[in-house]
């Protein structure tokens, strides 16, 4: 997601790779190139890329590669990009129709990003206020082994005094080839920023399209319209943090790749296999020449649900990858 810490995330995971053979982060590679480099375990590629519709999935394989993606509060995407681009309530490039477009397409992004097959989630809130914990997060998702020194050593180099230094270091060049820097990269970092920047109509425009979705991630929303579209969700989750749960907290940054869930297919298939099985049963009575298709169809559909259940909790092998 746009502006909500991605550069952080690649400055982290640089340092944390530093010196692997292979390592390689060229500016502007095509997304056409990532297949190649996910495919070849010699080819450490480094990319840093940014969702935009249209972009081709194929681009983007589920495996031999991993994702690291950063989201953060869809309003405050918005306001900070208006920032950037020093963009006053009268710009004609702003307003209620821009805003919507943007949140729509960080939105559309966020479900592409978190259906790779390996990807790390990181929320802005929280990893910019917790260096350390990103370090320790990112290097456990990578398995990379660091030690307590080296986790200092990485968040201090990536501090918001050293991210702001490197801003004016590359105020005339515009960007660091290396580390991602631009010369307008930092506007304003604070979590609700959005509320010194939206106007009322942008604030009620990302709402209305957003709401579900910033309530879903514990952002809560403001504008009647953001209220009353997300009213029975709000009731839900007030019901469900005030029942009792055994089921353990969530953690602040995951560590274990997402994967996608192929065992969806398993249940469906052993079902089938039952089903079959009883149909071969029948047969052996009313048609004993038609008997043995059933079965094998039965046997067919039980390998194929046991090896997809089998599957459940099984890690890749580590390569690193973005």
Known sequence: MHRSGST???QVTRQLLDGRPGLRNPHGIPSSDFPAAAADPEDLLLAKIHYRHG???????????????TYRDVRDVVASLFRKARLKEDSPRRGPATSRTIARREIHGD???LQRGSVWAGRYEEIQGDLPGLVRSLAAFLHVDVTDERVTEIAEFVTLEQQQ??????????????LRVTANHITDGRAGAWRDTLTTDELEAIEDLSARWLVERDYPVETPFGLRKTASLRKERRHARSTPSALPQPVPFPTEPRRRSRQRWATPLLVAAAILALLGI???????AASPLPWILALGCAAAGGYLRGRR???LAPRWRR
Do not use: C
């Open 111 to 113: 479900g592409f990003w």
């Open 313 to 315: 909790g099984r890690a």
């Open 8 to 10: 952080l995330v690649w």
């Open 55 to 69: 972009l081709p999935e194929d681009d983007f394989p589920q495996e031999g590669a991993y994702y690291l993606y």
């Open 165 to 178: 230094e490197r801003v004016w270091q590359w105020r005339n060049e515009g960007v660091d080839p290396d």
């Open 282 to 288: 029948l047969a052996a009575f009313t048609a004993p």
